[in-house]
């Protein structure tokens, strides 16, 4: 596994405390997936355990498609790219990574939360300037290259579908 849904993972705490733990900015969505990032790019790894058992309910306070989910996801999926990829990653990936935006903000659009997406993206690009600050910190703790990073992501058109199934689930509480 690459990263663990925070609501189902257990961190070492002398791990956990290195990292920083959660970024607060994100708050509540994606901030799992930041540390994940964070902590794969230290050498650190991420072990799916089989038998565990977690009752989880995504978006249960915040509600499944509300505006305040749908910003802090489509917000920090920028955050998240720009302080942790590589920057060959970066660049080699950002054709897909603004398609993924785009369809994302079409699919909300097409759900009646336009606005919302909208003032998530300019909410995210204003950001840019202290996540590039923090991106610095990030990069010059990484113990780990952008190829071998890039072997432990997923790869093709079906992570790029898995992920957006993901992220669509997150939101209208229909995970797969």
């Given amino acids: 596994m690459f990263s663990a849904c925070g609501g189902a993972a257990m961190y070492r705490r002398d791990a956990f405390l ?18 994940g990032l964070r902590m ?17 309910v995504g978006s249960a306070t915040t509600g499944v498609e509300s ?23 970066l660049l080699l990936y950002l ?8 369809l994302m903000a079409a699919w909300f659009s097409m759900r009646g939360r336009a606005r919302v997406t909208l003032a998530a993206k300019r909410d995210a690009i204003a950001g840019i300037p202290r996540v590039l600050r923090e991106r610095r910190a990030v990069q010059r703790s990484r113990r780990v290259g952008a190829r071998e990073l890039r072997a432990r992501m997923g790869h093709g058109a079906g992570a790029y579908s898995m992920a957006f199934t993901r992220a669509v689930g997150r939101v209208t509480g229909r995970l797969g």
């Avoid at 290195?18 to 540390?35: P, S, W």
């Avoid at 794969?40 to 089989?50: D, K, M, N, P, S």
């Fill in 95 to 102: 054709p897909q990574h603004l398609a993924v935006n785009v």
């Fill in 40 to 56: 794969q790019l230290t050498g650190r790894r991420c072990l799916y355990v089989a038998n565990s058992v977690v009752h989880h």
């Fill in 18 to 35: 290195e990292m920083g733990g959660f970024d607060e900015r994100f708050f509540g969505y994606l901030e799992d997936t930041d540390l």
């Fill in 67 to 89: 505006e305040y989910t749908v910003y802090h996801t489509q917000r920090n999926m920028i955050w998240l790219w720009v302080k942790g990829m590589p920057l060959p990653l």
